[in-house]
């Protein structure tokens, strides 16, 4: 059995208690690896080690910081099928979106941090002819980084490349249920000559390891991706001790169908929105709501082509939907439609936990679910549920459809369908999202300001946004 270990200090490490935890394969329900159960005295180190290697790391300039990640990224796009692979095995996603979203994506990420910071300016301004102000930007310091199971490697390289563009060092932890592939990417950082010390990966539980990086006094920024659940109790213990903290949370998100939309490409892309990665990505569109001319029309294709989508091996090309991350959650899922049941709704497909045989008879799968008959107040269409289940609803009015989309806490995403440019614009700028897609869902440009309002997070990653929050603003001004 495989023994993931921590990266500290350039050291493939267990814990310092020397205990571990078990890590399933969620499409057969089988531990096939231990993952170190990380304590105190193990950040300890790697905060220590962080701080150690931060002069060094600084002194290597934007040109040694940006050609060491792209060397990463040259590294990780050779190994992507065992990277890809490896991530399937351990999230229970399909093979086919791994390769093709995932890893893809964990590269560009690393490319896309490495480039920008060769093309950073700084600010200057001359005061009245008597003064120079500028303002350089510095490394916030030892970075710490808290990434979720549903994108591991993606968001894990969403974080960890910005902070170590920036001149950051990090102490990372990737989500205890999917640690692989932080693990084997740092396998990597050793082989692409990046310093000891500079990127620390410690596993462990988030009450435990996480808790520990976010308490830590050395640590002096906190980019945390998860539940708003979590995000607040970060936020409570980070205020005190004066951290910089970005939070990327939950999110409930609505898909709004006008009757004057491109019928098919809404209802494509729809079906995606909503079941790809078993719906566990922080962007689907778990709330559709339909114009009320084309909702009987939308509701009957929609659940054909829901009802088409293959269940099974995540690892077998044909498949679309894979399995849940764990039985915990598959559970609550199923709890979810069981509520919505209660609730009055209409399960029309899905609903149901999926067997499947052979290699994956002991995985957690559930149906891809479509109910109708809710309010939007329901718990069902107010809770995160973050799985393959989806409701739908009509609306008559553009008022109406705007007051539905913001009638939850949640303001990550949402996606619009109309051919009415006007109407687009309208509705853009009333719904209360950070991320706002028109006649597309998930088209991401890495430039673009990512994150959410309302109980969805504080702060904004992507682009510039991410590279100024691992640093500090420094104005300097010079009297002339
Ligand atoms: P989670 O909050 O349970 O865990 C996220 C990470 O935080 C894990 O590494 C975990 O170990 C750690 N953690 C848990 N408790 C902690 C604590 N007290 N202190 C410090 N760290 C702690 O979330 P999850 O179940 O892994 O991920 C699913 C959630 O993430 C969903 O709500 C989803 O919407 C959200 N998410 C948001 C975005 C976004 O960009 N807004 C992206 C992906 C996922």
């Known amino acids: 059995m495989e023994r993931i270990l921590n990266y500290i200090h350039g050291d493939l490490v267990p814990a310092a208690s020397g205990a571990f935890m078990d890590n399933y394969d969620p499409a ?39 050609k060491i990640l792209n060397k990463l990224a040259d590294m990780l796009e050779g190994d992507a099928e065992s990277f890809a692979l490896a991530e399937s ?74 902070a170590l563009a920036a001149g950051c060092t990090v102490v990372a932890k990737p989500s205890e249920l999917t640690p692989m592939t932080a693990y084997l990417f740092s396998k990597l950082c050793a082989e692409a000559e990046l310093p000891p010390g500079v990127l620390n990966v410690v596993h462990g539980a ?66 995606q929105a909503s079941f790809t990665n078993q719906g566990e990505i922080c962007l689907c569109g ?26 099974g091996d995540p690892l077998h090309h044909d498949i679309n939907v894979g399995a849940l991350i764990s039985s915990a959650h598959r559970d609550k899922v199923m709890s979810y439609i069981s509520l919505a049941r209660e609730e009055g709704g209409s399960v029309l497909c899905g609903g149901e ?17 479509v109910i109708t ?12 549920i973050f799985g393959p289940v989806v409701t739908i609803a009509p609306f008559e ?10 009638s939850t806490r949640y303001g990550l995403a949402a996606s619009i369908w109309t051919e009415n440019l006007r109407k687009a614009h309208r509705v853009s700028s009333a719904v209360q999202c950070g991320i706002i897609w028109v006649n597309c869902w998930l088209f991401r440009d890495l430039r673009t300001p990512f994150g959410g309002m309302k109980d969805s997070g504080v702060g904004r990653e992507g682009g510039w946004n991410a590279l100024n929050f691992f640093t500090e603003a420094k104005n300097v001004c010079i009297k002339l």
């Not at 640590?219 to 903290?245: C, E, H, M, R």
């Not at 936990?353 to 679910?369: D, N, Q």
């Open 353 to 369: 936990i999926v067997h499947v045989s052979g290699r994956c008879s002991g995985g957690y799968f559930v149906a891809p679910t």
């Open 397 to 406: 009015t553009e008022s109406e459809a705007i007051a539905m989309a913001n």
């Open 206 to 271: 988030g009450s435990k390891a996480g808790h520990e990086i976010v308490a830590h006094p050395g640590v002096k920024a906190v980019s945390f991706t998860g539940g708003t659940a979590t995000g607040k109790k970060i936020a409570a213990v980070a205020a005190p001790t004066f951290k910089k903290l970005s939070l990327e949370l939950g999110g409930k998100n609505p898909s709004i169908i006008f009757a004057d939309c491109d019928f098919e490409q809404a209802l494509n892309v729809s079906v």
């Open 373 to 384: 008959g809710l309010t939007q107040q329901c718990h069902t269409n107010q809770d995160e």
């Open 286 to 311: 778990s709330r559709i709501l339909v114009e009320a001319s084309i909702y009987e029309r939308f509701v009957k294709t929609f659940v054909e082509r829901a009802s088409k989508l293959t269940v």
């Open 89 to 162: 095995m351990d999230s229970g996603k399909t093979l086919t979106l791994a390769r093709t979203l995932d890893i893809p994506r964990a590269i560009a990420n690393i490319r896309f941090f490495a480039s920008a910071i060769m093309h950073e300016s700084s600010d200057a301004h001359i005061t009245d002819h008597t003064a120079i102000n500028y303002t350089e930007r510095v490394p916030v310091g030892v970075a710490g980084c808290i990434s979720p199971w549903n994108l591991p490697l993606y968001l894990f390289t969403w974080k960890v490349a910005p």
């Open 28 to 66: 057969t329900g089988r531990v096939y690896s231990v993952v170190p159960d990380s304590e105190s005295p193990d950040i300890n180190r790697a905060v220590e080690a962080a701080h150690a290697a931060s002069a060094r790391w600084q002194s290597m300039g934007i040109a040694g910081r940006s």
